[in-house]
């Protein structure tokens, strides 16, 4: 018993002893810092007047005067400099002469199998018949045409039976002679931009759409400005979408001013009114692009009549260009018969002829009309519409 009351002694005291020391280590932790009591300094915000009840009078605030002021002087600040958009650069047309002969090799790669068709032909130990007229199916397949190639096949059979011997270069010789007569190096080519009168001259282009009658003006363009003259377009063929931008881009690049009107308008209006500008400007030559619809022959022709008259109302018509697609062949003279009947084509631009198109159609065309082949498209270049030269055209032709 004793010993069971010992132990809760013990017990007890060793509670106790656990228990202070809890309570001294609590004791010993350092208190947080009390808050402060004094209130911090606040800079209010200067006062604004509020609405209603709450309204109250603003603050007094020191003011400056003007004279206090102190303005930025006016000699030291940098001046403005405002920046003008940069002009278009003005292009330098390629010099027109020899231009056929610089684009030579083009011309020939595409034209020389009617070339050396022939003079293999012509170059046979024995010209029999059935020679002769694979040589006159040669020609027609080039669009030559059926009376040139006649004309041209009997010449050809009367100086072979005089000459008697056939050597490359002599065959070569004959068939650029007969070539070039048959191309009527006669004709005036020059496209006439010189007016007899105190205007300028006046250029129309007529054609229908898909010929490059809009993009064939605008090379004319730059044609003229390389041989120095000061040139006006006038964009009339307002039925075609965008006719009159394409034809304002040419002229910007090469300097030449374009009158225009709303799409739709009236082409002859614009005629008129381009002419007049040309007159004013004392420009050189006007280029008139007109519409080339066909939709009805009636109504494209009453339309190319009026531009005329009105035209001629300043001063008559210098040159009527026909562009024609050289790749059509035939069907080109289809149109050409077309524009023949109403207007008085002056000359014939053959456009694409660097293509697919067959050279026997320049001979064909010019036979049809009465009338010179003075420009050919030779390309997509800007300056890939040369003045035509028959001598170029048929070495071109035949080769070296």
């Known amino acids: 018993m004793e010993t069971v009351i010992l132990a809760v002694v013990i017990a007890v005291v060793v509670i106790g002893a656990l228990g202070g020391l809890v309570i001294g280590s609590r004791r010993k932790k350092p208190l947080p810092p009390e808050a402060p009591t004094t209130t911090p300094d606040i800079t209010a915000p200067p006062a604004e007047p509020h609405v209603g009840d709450e309204a109250e009078t603003p603050r007094e605030e020191p003011r400056r005067t003007i004279e206090e002021v102190d ?25 027109t002469a020899g231009r056929l002969i610089r684009l030579r090799a083009r011309l020939s790669r595409s034209q020389n199998a009617l070339g050396k068709g022939l003079l293999t032909l012509l170059s046979r130990e024995h010209l029999d018949e059935d020679t002769w007229e694979e040589i006159e199916d040669t020609l027609l397949t080039a669009d030559v045409g059926v009376q040139p190639t006649q004309e041209l096949v009997e010449r050809l059979r009367e100086r072979v039976k005089v000459l ?16 070039i007569v048959l191309l009527e190096p006669a004709f005036d080519r020059a496209v006439n931009t010189d007016s007899p009168l105190d205007t300028p001259g006046i250029v129309m282009v007529v054609g229908v759409n898909g010929t490059g009658k809009t993009t064939t003006t605008g090379k004319l363009a730059r044609v003229l400005v390389a041989d120095g003259k000061n040139v006006v377009l006038g964009a009339a063929d307002t039925f075609r979408a965008a006719a009159a931008d394409q034809l304002q881009t040419w002229g910007e690049r090469v300097g030449a001013r374009t009158v225009r009107g709303p799409e739709g308008g009236d082409p002859a209006s614009i005629a008129f009114d381009a002419v007049k500008e040309g007159i004013e400007s004392g420009a050189d030559a006007v280029l008139i692009d007109t519409a080339g619809r066909l939709h009805t022959k009636t109504g494209l022709m009453d339309e190319l009549g009026k531009v005329k008259r009105v035209v001629e109302k300043h001063a008559p018509l210098d040159e009527v260009l026909l562009v024609l697609d050289a790749t059509t062949g035939q069907n080109g ?3 050409a018969r077309v524009f023949a009947e109403v207007v008085d084509i002056t000359g014939i631009v053959l456009t694409k002829l660097d293509g697919t198109a067959k050279g ?28 035509f030269e028959p001598e170029a055209f048929v070495d071109a032709l035949i080769g070296e």
């Open 333 to 335: 003279l289809v149109q």
């Open 71 to 95: 303005l930025p002087d006016a000699s030291a600040a940098a001046p403005v400099v405002v920046e003008e958009p940069p002009a278009p650069a003005i292009e330098v047309p390629e010099p």
């Open 164 to 179: 008697g011997t056939r050597t490359p270069d002599e065959l070569r010789a004959l068939l650029r002679e007969e070539l």
């Open 360 to 387: 026997g159609i320049v001979i064909a065309v010019q036979r049809e009309l009465g009338v010179p082949v003075k420009l050919v498209g030779l390309g997509e270049g800007a300056d890939d519409l040369a003045p």
